[in-house]
């Protein structure tokens, strides 16, 4: 299944500029490969609170 998401036109295209440089095809390969990467990390952990932290060590939660 494919789903959209909505991005801010200003971080699309520091997406597609970092994409391009970094020799990614498109900017949706870019994307999820940075998604499948952070998943990877957050997957790893060993509890719920643990997934928290590291959250919150990221900036996503306060």
């Known amino acids: 299944m494919m789903a959209k998401i909505k991005i ?3 971080l699309f295209d ?4 970092v994409s ?3 020799g990614y095809g498109t900017p949706e ?5 940075v998604i ?5 990390v957050l997957e790893s952990a060993d509890s719920d609170e643990e997934v928290t ?7 996503y939660l306060e």
């Not at 520091?14 to 500029?17: A, G, L, S």
């Not at 390969?29 to 490969?33: G, K, S």
């Not at 499948?36 to 990877?40: A, F, G, M």
């Open 8 to 10: 801010e036109s200003s």
């Open 14 to 17: 520091r997406v597609k500029k």
């Open 20 to 22: 391009e440089l970094a």
């Open 29 to 33: 390969e870019f994307i999820v490969h």
């Open 36 to 40: 499948e990467k952070e998943l990877s």
């Open 53 to 59: 932290e590291r959250l919150r060590g990221l900036g």
